[in-house]
């Protein structure tokens, strides 16, 4: 049976994410399709349309879905749900707002932030902030999921599927009253290939400039541990760890970072791993491919003439 | 208003888990156990809102083994007012957590009920939204900030890239997020005085609500770990093995 995939965009385009999920649809095997719900979104549709391997794309366009609600998307989602054995979104902040939802109207299990899949219902996932890896068997006739989407290659955009308008407008009783995205120049901590992340070490909020100088040198995000947070450095958003954000890039440099398991449990699954401490015994040197054991105010402005 | 609170005892985030020798779970036995960080943070957010004048009573529930009235009774000296605990000792999936809250909702009749956004053991973040499902009310994730007016809520959510703000009727879930709020400590004569604050243990049979299996966990690993790396002496180094070694910049 078919495979439905939930599209991450913002109307105006289509997020890497969406890609990365259609990879994981077909791991899984079966005729994948993508539901793009939204409004005024043709050209997320037509960057659906071009992913490898999905075959059609649901275009619900309206009013209602304008800011993607989970209250009425998942309704949606579930009056298409019929037709589909497996439903799948990003575990994004939108996959992971609705599709609980889902999974909880139609009766069935959510299993989240799926890594890998090892059959059509057989799935690993992380727990414990990725201290742990659960192999997880869906015993449910439909198979709910998000994806963490840092586990999985995009589907290249060679397809050229078919796209099907939907007319099922579905309101919600919630309203949308505005947004505001940060505007940098940086990327996103989540979507980042190189984070430069600062910790206690950096001493204070006016020191994270010499982390941004090299992050906007690298193309890359600045991120921090919890105790640069809680020492009130930099705000809450930047966190990395277990109570932050977890990340998985493929550059990450760790710098006055001690490497709390807090703070390990958000980012050992980064790819290469740097870490610059003076005190040669911090645990973050335990899972760093690269370690500098040297004064940070030296290292890093050194480090950014260099790159 | 009543506001209801949803909590779950987790093992202590500043302890690390090791996956048990035959890889059925992962190994709790005498691990510091504590109340979910983000649950902690919806009880704060719900004693400031008593403390507001705006909710007049508090209540927590928890659903799991005895030992769960230990982190009921820290929400109580937190500032709740009374606990609920629905006793069991199996492990449930969020779904059957929530078809459980729903007959706790039906009887309390909550205008607001505030979840942590996910516990930091199953990492599921799915409790909250499959409430709001089952009961259809409005719901707003990942919180950083909650303004109630009347029957409406305003929340500003945090979102890939930024902050969402979103109105719902009441009544409504809202999930929160770590920049919420920072939680009190409880202090000695609130954690004396929430000992005496009532307590009401419900098995789940006596809740009527039918739940089933839907998953079975075949294992459970230790992530792989990572190859032991090396130390650099210097800067110049650390580039040309970033360079040339690893490639990735």
């Given amino acids: 049976m078919a495979i439905l995939v939930l599209a991450e965009h913002d109307n105006v ?55 993607q609600l ?41 299993i989240s932030e799926v890594i890998e899949v090892l059959s059509s219902d057989t799935f690993v996932r992380p727990i414990y ?34 796209a099907v308008n939907l007319t099922l407008s579905i309101a919600a009783r ?86 709390a398991i807090q703070h390990l449990a958000g980012m050992k699954d980064s790819k290469v791993i740097v870490a610059i401490n003076k005190d040669p015994e911090a645990p973050i040197f335990q899972v760093a491919d690269y370690g500098l054991v040297a004064d940070l105010f030296e290292a890093v402005p050194a480090l950014n003439g260099l790159v | 208003m009543k506001v209801l609170v949803p909590v779950k005892r987790v093992v202590d985030a500043n302890v690390k888990v090791r996956v048990k020798a035959d890889n059925t779970n992962v190994d709790t036995t005498n691990l510091k156990m504590a109340l979910n960080p983000f649950c902690e943070i919806a009880v704060e957010e719900a004693v400031r809102l008593k403390e507001a004048g705006i909710a007049a009573e508090v209540v927590v529930v928890s659903v799991g083994a005895k030992a769960v ?35 706790v909702q039906e009887k309390e009749q909550a205008q607001l009920i505030l979840f942590g956004k996910q516990s930091i053991d199953g990492d599921n973040n799915q409790t909250g939204q499959m409430l709001a499902a089952l009961t259809d009310m409005p719901q707003a994730t990942f919180a950083s900030e909650v303004k109630l007016d009347g029957d409406k809520a305003t929340v500003t959510r945090e979102i890939d890239g ?53 998953q079975t966990v075949l294992k459970v690993t230790p992530p792989v770990d990572r190859k032991a790396g090396i130390l650099v002496s210097s800067v110049e180094e650390l580039v040309e093995k970033l360079k040339n070694e690893a490639k990735v910049i």
């Fill in chain 1, 13 to 67: 385009s289509l997020k890497t994410d969406t890609a990365k999920v259609v990879s994981a649809a077909t791991a899984i095997g079966g005729d994948v399709h993508v539901l793009v719900a939204g409004h005024d979104c043709a050209a997320a549709v037509t960057a659906a349309q071009s992913l490898a391997g999905v075959s059609k794309v649901l275009v619900a366009d309206s009013a209602e879905y304008s800011a």
């Fill in chain 1, 70 to 110: 989970a209250e009425n998307v998942s309704k949606l989602v579930v009056e298409l749900a019929a037709d589909y054995e497996h439903v799948l979104a990003a575990a994004t902040s939108v996959g992971k707002d609705t599709l609980p939802r889902v999974a909880a109207l139609l009766d069935v299990s959510q």
């Fill in chain 1, 129 to 162: 902030a990725g201290n742990a890896l659960a192999t997880v068997q869906s015993l449910d006739a439909k198979k709910v999921m998000t994806v963490r989407s840092s586990a999985f290659d995009a589907a290249a955009s060679t397809g050229s599927a078919e």
């Fill in chain 1, 174 to 259: 919630t309203d949308f009253v505005s947004q505001a995205l940060t505007e940098s120049a940086r990327p996103e901590l989540g979507n980042a290939g190189i984070i430069v992340s600062g910790g206690r070490g950096m001493g204070s909020g006016e020191n994270f400039a010499i982390l941004e100088q090299l992050a906007d040198k690298l193309g890359a995000a600045v991120g921090a541990s919890r105790a640069a947070v809680d020492a009130g450095f930099v705000p809450n958003d930047l966190q990395v760890g277990q109570t932050g954000k977890i990340v998985a890039p493929d550059l990450y440099i760790a710098v006055g970072i001690s490497g």
């Fill in chain 2, 69 to 103: 009235q230990e982190q009921l009774r820290t929400a109580m000296a937190l500032g709740a007012d009374r606990a609920i605990h629905i006793e069991t000792d199996e492990d449930l999936v969020p779904l059957s957590i929530a078809k459980l809250l729903k007959a």
């Fill in chain 2, 162 to 214: 930024g902050l969402q703000t979103l109105s719902m009727p009441l009544p409504a879930i809202v999930t929160v997020d770590l920049r919420l709020n920072e939680p009190r400590y409880a202090s000695l004569p609130n954690i004396m005085k929430a000992k005496r604050k009532p307590l009401e243990t419900i098995a789940v049979a006596d809740l009527g609500v039918s739940l089933k299996a839907h």
